[in-house]
Nanobody, 120 residues
């Protein structure tokens, strides 16, 4: 499974962006998918995850109420809607597919990231 994240860009604080994760080759419709981010000088951190059917989600406390993860298995895509963005959200965002259908910590397939920059 090869993943590609897209949709990043420059946005002012309080603005919104929607990231998209697509797979090439084998689909990830049977896999849980997560979003992660890595800010300059910091370790990569978990942001959100969704199970294979899209009826179970998990969020980091820092993004709860602002970010929403969703998926469209017919289109083979997972999305991250980011609202009320803050400068602390500035990071490279990555999507990853788990080896399990339910949400877990076992992410095997990683894509290239997309840069999100939030200006104050």
């Amino acid at each position: 499974v090869q993943l590609q994240a897209s949709g990043g860009g420059l946005v002012q604080a309080g603005g919104s962006l929607r990231l998209s994760c697509a797979s090439s080759g084998r689909t990830f419709t049977n896999n849980a998918v997560g979003w992660f981010r890595q800010a300059p000088g910091k370790e990569r951190e978990f942001v959100a995850a969704i199970n294979w059917r899209g009826d179970s989600t998990k969020y980091a406390d820092s993004v709860k109420g602002r970010f929403t993860i969703s998926r469209d298995n017919a289109a083979n895509r997972v999305y991250l809607q980011m609202n009320n963005l803050k400068p602390d959200d500035t990071a490279v965002y990555y999507c990853a597919a788990s080896v399990t259908a339910s949400i877990s910590d076992n992410y095997r397939y990683w894509g290239q990231g997309t840069l999100v920059t939030v200006s104050s």
